[in-house]
């Protein structure tokens, strides 16, 4: 049997990566804009679903994410 959520959540960045956006002063559609010229192709709905947990991240996304927010990885994951 796979999993696929952990604590009902597909993911456990969102919730850092909303703030993070936030702060940035990034709309979801300028994230995915600037997500989109990284060479990840996310609609702003993806970015959305994100945010809230019903969509799983890949690690790619993950690192482009990181990039443009300007954080790093362990942050978003919750580690620092």
Known sequence: MKIYDFNGKKNICGKRIKEARKRAGLTQDN???R?????VILERDSVSRIEIGTRFV???????????LNVSPAYLLGLE
């Open 31 to 33: 994230l995915a804009a």
């Open 35 to 39: 997500l989109q010229l990284e060479g």
């Open 58 to 68: 890949a690690d790619y996304e993950l690192l482009a994410i990181c990039k443009i």
